[in-house]
């Protein structure tokens, strides 16, 4: 298994533009999770689908983020426009429920993409 | 609201010694931990875990060590070895998929 995809890598744009970031989980996984990390916050939890569906975006900062996973193996973080303080690594996970084991998965991370804003 | 806390953002430590890495979390409902490392330019990788019915987990190198009173977890490394400097995360939850992480603390191992 490739595990997560994310893509690009790393990302250079300008303030006031459109910025679009890209995941594939691993095939099978159910739950989808889009994270930002940053010195300040750590790990912060953006949104996290499940069986396609958004189940919690309460960590979305504002309405310039949105999420969308039109499929169970594709789904995509969208900034617009950017801001200097989006600038962060944004990181994708995915999990599974499997019936009669433990509620707690284990979340599989991708390589996370870099995000800079000038 | 930072429900998890990781207050020594950076360690170093002696190949060989041990490692302490602490966490504090504030959500008396969490019942699940996890540590998370995370290497430079990669995605953070499960470490190990430890349900809030134990007091204590061990896996090889690795023990985690929970206290529920003082809402305090921690992870012991014995013995450190230079392939364990990375940044490890500390993660709770709650009756759920959702975790929530702590800032990060970056540990060297000094050979």
């Known amino acids: 298994d490739a595990g997560v995809i994310q893509s690009p890598r790393h990302e250079v744009t300008e303030m006031g533009q459109e910025v679009t970031l890209r995941c594939k989980p691993i095939?099978?996984?159910?739950?989808l999770f889009w994270y930002r990390q940053t010195m300040m916050r750590g790990l912060e939890l953006l949104i996290y689908?499940?069986?396609?569906?958004?189940?919690?975006d309460s960590g979305m900062p504002e309405d310039r983020f949105s999420a969308k996973m039109p499929n169970a193996s594709f789904s995509t973080l969208k900034i617009q426009p950017s801001e200097p303080r989006d600038s962060a690594v944004y990181f994708c996970?995915?999990?599974?429920?499997?019936?009669?084991?433990?509620?707690?998965?284990?979340?599989?991370f991708g390589p996370g993409t870099r995000l800079t804003v000038l | 609201d930072q429900q998890v806390k990781q207050n020594s953002p950076s360690l170093s430590v002696q190949e060989g010694r041990i490692s302490i890495l602490n966490c504090d979390y504030t959500?008396?409902?969490?019942?699940?931990f996890l540590w998370y490392k995370k290497y430079p330019a990669e995605g953070p990788t499960f470490l190990i875990s430890i349900s809030s019915i134990k007091d204590k987990n061990e896996d090889g190198r690795f023990t985690v060590f929970l206290n529920k009173s003082a809402k305090h977890l921690s992870l012991h490394i014995v013995p450190s070895q230079p392939g364990d400097s990375a940044v490890y995360f500390c993660?709770?939850?709650?009756?759920?998929?959702?975790?929530?992480f702590g800032t990060g603390t970056s540990l060297t191992v000094i050979p």
């Open positions: 689908f499940n069986n396609n569906v958004p189940i919690d």
């Open positions: 095939s099978g996984h159910d739950y």
């Open positions: 959500n008396s409902m969490f019942d699940y």
């Open positions: 996970a995915s999990s599974s429920r499997s019936s009669g084991q433990s509620s707690y998965n284990e979340q599989f």
């Open positions: 993660a709770a939850s709650a009756f759920g998929n959702q975790f929530y």
